[in-house]
């Protein structure tokens, strides 16, 4: 079946440092979501990107979607301590109305 | 909208007994999502409602597991026998129309069974 990897697994950065996490499928895929589960709360939406190269920006956070459909990104510029948390990617593969969660990216940020 | 709604918030129980999580989504949503999040399997889909009928519940893990959809706006997941590697947080999300749709996720039922 469908399978979202997602590295790092952990990141730690100092606050105003950058952060990068990144997500491939082993499918092509229609569509990719970014939610942020912060501790001890639940996922919450933040996008989802539908075209081959799309990119959004969210104030410091930039989300990508690659040409051939089967990895994306997300970016965050200069981190603050509100971004601590874990950041999921999800997709949904060609033909299916289901999402696979990736493992997810723990972010913590040192003040 | 109160949002995804999710009882008990918390559920101690002794191996072997039933356990009953409880969701309602969000009104005017039509798609209902059962997860388990546990640290060592991350976020998985144990079944998954299109206008109250079950589409996938292939990610359910044991007949033990069973969930039912009776109407729109009322869903539950039972556990019975419970095990301990039952333990995990259970997350009920909704979603407008499909599942690739953005989610909207309850606060989760911790549950662990001793």
């Known amino acids: 079946g469908q399978q979202v990897m997602q590295i790092p697994q952990y990141q730690h950065v100092q606050e105003g440092e950058d952060f990068t996490t990144y997500c491939n499928s082993s499918t092509t895929l229609s569509n990719i979501q970014w939610y942020k589960q912060r501790p001890g709360g639940h996922p919450v939406f933040l996008i989802q990107?539908?075209?081959?190269?799309e990119v959004k920006k969210q104030k410091r956070l930039t989300f990508q979607f690659g040409e051939a459909k089967k990895n994306s990104s997300l970016h965050i510029t200069a981190t603050q301590t509100t971004d601590v948390g874990t950041y999921f990617c999800a997709g949904t593969g060609a033909g299916s109305y289901q999402l696979t969660f990736g493992k997810g990216t723990k972010l913590s940020v040192i003040p | 909208d109160a949002g995804v709604i999710q009882s008990p918030r918390h559920e101690v129980t002794e191996m072997g007994q039933e356990v009953t999580l409880r969701c309602k989504p969000i009104?005017?949503?039509?798609?209902l999502f059962w997860y388990r999040q546990t640290m060592m399997r991350g976020l998985e889909l144990l079944i998954y409602?299109?206008?109250?009928?079950?589409?996938?519940d292939s990610g359910m893990p044991e007949d033990r597991f069973s969930a039912k959809m009776p109407n729109a706006s009322f869903s539950t997941l039972k556990i019975q026998p419970s095990e301990p590697r039952d333990s995990a947080v259970y997350f009920c999300a909704s979603s407008l129309y499909r599942a690739s749709y953005e989610q909207y996720f309850g606060p989760g039922t911790r549950l662990t069974v001793t």
């Open positions: 009104s005017g949503h039509n798609s």
């Open positions: 409602f299109n206008n109250n009928v079950p589409i996938d």
């Open positions: 990107l539908v075209k081959s190269g």
